[in-house]
């Protein structure tokens, strides 16, 4: 996959947003996570469409509790999903902040993605 603009990533482990991940076009703020043993492992909690200058916005949550181990095919598939469906060169922002968090969730689906 080759992006042909850039995605603003801002990853943190801090609760009072000291990386700002608010502000990025994908935002992942370090968590952990409960397993099914009561247990829990590393994660994250993961937020879209932010912006900043004059694309100014907060983004918005999109998925919560996200084991680490499952973070690079989540990233994969939403970047391809926004390759393939965003309208012309729709900035990756842009994209994400004209969907509802539900049918990010929908459009990131792996059964929807090997069928494109």
Excluded at 14 to 41: E, F
Excluded at 88 to 105: C, K
Aim: with cysteine; net charge negative; charged share 25%.
């Amino acid at each position: 996959m080759i992006l042909d603009q850039p995605i603003n990533l801002h990853l943190t482990g801090c609760q009072n947003s000291c990386a700002q991940h608010y502000i990025g076009d994908i935002g992942m703020m370090g968590t952990r996570v409960k397993v099914g043993d009561g247990s829990t492992v590393d994660g994250y909690n993961i937020v879209l469409g932010g912006g900043v200058d004059d694309t100014q916005a907060i983004a918005r949550e999109i998925w919560k509790s996200v084991r680490a181990d499952e973070m690079p095919a989540l990233i994969e598939k939403l970047l391809v999903t926004y390759l393939r469906d965003r309208i012309d060169d729709e900035p990756f922002a842009a994209f994400a902040n004209r969907h509802t968090p539900e049918q990010l969730m929908d459009l990131c689906d792996p059964a929807k993605i090997a069928a494109a």
